[in-house]
T-cell receptor
Framework: GAGVSQTPSNKVTEKGKYVELRCDPISGHTALYWYRQSLGQGPEFLIYFQGTGAADDSGLPNDRFFAVRPEGSVSTLKIQRTERGDSAVYLC?????????????FGQGTRLTVV | AQSVAQPEDQVNVAEGNPLTVKCTYSVSGNPYLFWYVQYPNRGLQFLLKYITGDNLVKGSYGFEAEFNKSQTSFHLKKPSALVSDSALYFCAVRESSGGYQKVTFGTGTKLQVIP
């Protein structure tokens, strides 16, 4: 597609439930990033993929959060036993690392609300 | 650790007047610097970046930013503000060395352009 696509755009879930958030990056982009943006805050880094592997997962807040990118394209962010504090906008971004193309292109985000 | 400071939560400017949104950064080594804009319920849109070379960088929608190494600043500017420029602006930094480096965002500055 032309841009980074994230689904669903909105997700409401009950505390304790499991959720999956999907990101479809720009075609050909090898690098994929997940960020979390809480109300009134800037995006906070969660995890970075280069190809299929998670090259940096230092931003994942705890072991309830996990992400995969099995074929080096689409990625899924998985949150187990959701808590109200997980409510935020989850942003995905992609780029091609190399040359001068250093900026990342963001999707519109998934707004997760845990009730 | 790298960091970004956006000292103003909100900037108000009259339409037609010049605007400045401030950003200072801290990074070991040389920085790559970025500005993104976020409209309500939208993802982040890339505006401009500083990689190397000319300290004055020109970007989308008439915006520009000046890299000042001695002051570790990268302020965003526009000569004549439009009402449609009203949005949330984020400054971001990463270290330039190596391949992948994590990008750190500031907390954002809300720009309000008054008709």
């Amino acid at each position: 597609g032309a841009g980074v696509s994230q689904t669903p755009s909105n997700k409401v879930t009950e505390k304790g439930k499991y959720v999956e958030l999907r990101c479809d990056p720009i075609s050909g982009h090898t690098a994929l990033y997940w960020y979390r943006q809480s109300l009134g805050q800037g995006p906070e880094f969660l995890i970075y993929f280069q190809g299929t592997g998670a090259a940096d997962d230092s931003g994942l807040p705890n072991d309830r959060f996990f992400a995969v990118r099995p074929e080096g394209s689409v990625s899924t962010l998985k949150i187990q036993r959701t808590e109200r504090g997980d409510s935020a906008v989850y942003l995905c971004a992609s780029n091609f690392l190399g040359g001068s193309n250093t900026e990342a292109f963001f999707g519109q985000g998934t707004r997760l609300t845990v009730v | 650790a790298q960091s970004v400071a956006q000292p103003e939560d909100q900037v108000n400017v009259a339409e037609g007047n010049p605007l400045t949104v401030k950003c200072t950064y801290s990074v070991s080594g040389n920085p790559y610097l970025f500005w993104y804009v976020q409209y309500p319920n939208r993802g982040l849109q890339f505006l401009l970046k500083y990689i190397t070379g000319d300290n004055l960088v020109k970007g989308s929608y008439g915006f520009e930013a000046e890299f000042n190494k001695s002051q570790t600043s990268f302020h965003l500017k526009k000569p004549s503000a439009l009402v449609s420029d009203s949005a949330l602006y984020f400054c971001a930094v990463r270290e330039s060395s190596g391949g992948y480096q994590k990008v750190t965002f500031g907390t954002g500055t809300k720009l309000q352009v008054i008709p």
